[in-house]
């Protein structure tokens, strides 16, 4: 056990008096709590007016358990091999702490997806809306598979291994016809044709070393291990049936890190057992990362089915 | 240049008297001259009886230019950086060598089938059949940021990055829907729940180290290097109306790393020069690697494209 553990969250919009206006918002693998304002990452989203309507909404972010932006993370002690169920718990003591009994909604896309179905689980009717994007009730061979090389290139070199990994992700991240519309055969401004390994030669490659190297600035190698792990072990298709509230499922056409199959699991699952679920499908060919791109198209979305849960 | 160039190549059936019975396979990245016989990578499509029927045929295989199955390569000598027409050029002194001035076909899969395409072009009408099987006129963006990531990681460390870059070639070479069927969650025998980083959890895992750290022994890193960089410069859209001969383009329908519309490309393209063109789309679920796998279904098609050509 982990105890005490620090959480580092931000708030966006105003917690009302009857405290029962917040929604918590679950971040991805390498997100943080800055989901609104100037460089968050939804924030299209969340915001006065906007699909998360803050003018309405106390919409609340943590940094996960295991991260490095702030709450407890392996920088700080000794930790064990933690889970995308005790990610979520980290968070209850601050819904608590805020005196919420009942959210709103909970939502995450991909990581955040499963800890929003994963909050649906363990805390039923703690949330009335659960809102699943771009994720899985499972983790897949293939997702466990691309971790697991990320994992073992960061064993052997913490930082280069950090970068390569980071690029393994992208690349999975983006769709085929994405990657080919964006970068193509082009070439490298300033590539010779002979060149050195290691040099860029097609902008595709310097666009991933970019990020890759980008990423080993802002984020912590022993991180990455404790939570693609934790996204590994994540399998919940047998505990579904235990969620209580209104079910969002989200899928983007493109996304081959979560292929539809695996969205339709979640809806089949949360179905069979009587629930009430809404699924959506979003034409994108921005892969993956659609849940951080489509974010119109996304919000037309979500504002609707959060509109159908007030009348 | 690269002069003088060792080139170690087998041979399967006799060379007739004529010398025009004789059909030339190319291998794919990690492939040898090894083509049959006991432990050959298409030892079912090549052999007496067989859709390569070493009865009639005398089938030809070259271990590629920039490997390290004995033919001159990285290991050898300062190397330059090569391209597929490099290494189609290298093979071309052997059937000269060996009196050969028409060949019934050329064939390969993956890299192979660049090879192919690449002769036809570079050669025209020296061989009758060009049999193209799971591969592509270009490398794709997606093709070359996985090559480069794997390139990344030899760079930084040979022997340990060579086996990080096979176990992202071999997620790339199964299909999703594979890796579920053999490995799906399982836990690999004798794994505990709470581990080490670096010991394998699930199956998947330790199947993707075995590949990588077998690959280790038996690879080259600079051949990987020079082989993958070759790879990524292919690019043949803009020649393959000089080719001659009947074409053959053969495509796996769960083959990812090289879609369907990558295969349709070529087709196109030779169609649109008015070239002789069979396309075969063949079921399967065995994703790139089915065109070492599937090697019934593809025996088939193969036997009826040459049948085709006798009469």
Redesign the interface.
């Known amino acids: 056990m982990i105890a005490p553990v620090k959480l580092v969250y931000e708030t966006f919009g105003r917690l009302n008096e009857a405290k029962d206006n917040a929604i918590l918002i679950f971040h991805a693998l390498s997100g943080d709590s800055h989901v609104s304002d100037e460089g968050g990452w939804w924030s299209k989203l969340v915001g006065p007016g906007k699909a998360f309507d803050t003018d309405c909404f106390c919409v609340i972010c943590a940094n996960t358990l295991g991260g490095c932006s702030g709450s407890t993370g392996p920088k700080d002690l000794n930790f064990?091999?933690i889970t995308i169920k005790d990610m979520v718990a980290a968070q209850v003591p601050l819904l608590d702490h805020l005196g919420i009994k009942q959210l709103v909604a909970v939502a995450g896309g991909s990581m955040g997806g499963m800890m929003a179905l994963q909050f649906s689980v363990d805390y039923p009717g703690r949330s009335q809306n659960i809102i699943a994007i771009a994720t899985a009730a499972?983790?897949?061979?293939?997702n466990?598979?691309?971790n697991?090389?990320g994992?073992?290139?960061i064993?052997?070199?913490p930082e280069?291994g950090l970068?390569?990994a980071r690029?393994?992700g992208?690349?999975t991240y983006l769709s085929?016809v994405s990657?080919?519309n964006?970068?193509?055969?082009k070439i490298q401004e300033g590539a010779l044709a002979?060149?050195k390994?290691?040099d860029?030669?097609?902008e595709?490659?310097s666009y991933?070393?970019y990020k890759?190297v980008g990423f080993t600035k802002r984020f912590d190698a022993n991180s990455y291990?404790y939570i693609t792990?934790a996204i590994?072990l994540f399998?919940i298709t047998n505990d579904l049936s235990r969620g209580e509230g209104r079910f969002l499922v989200v899928h983007f056409t493109s996304d081959?890190l979560f292929?539809e199959y695996q969205a339709l699991d979640i809806v089949d699952r949360l179905k069979d057992s009587g629930k009430n679920v809404s699924y959506r499908v979003i034409e994108s060919t921005a892969g993956h990362d659609a849940f951080l791109l489509e974010e119109e198209k996304l919000g037309v979305a979500i504002k609707s089915f959060l509109a159908g849960a007030k009348s």
């Open positions: 064990p091999i499972k983790s897949s061979a293939q466990i598979a691309f697991e090389v994992r073992r290139a064993i052997n070199d280069e970068a390569i690029m393994i992208h690349i085929e990657l080919t964006k970068f193509g055969r002979s060149q390994f290691g860029s030669l097609f595709v490659e991933l070393k890759g291990l792990k590994d399998d081959w292929p």
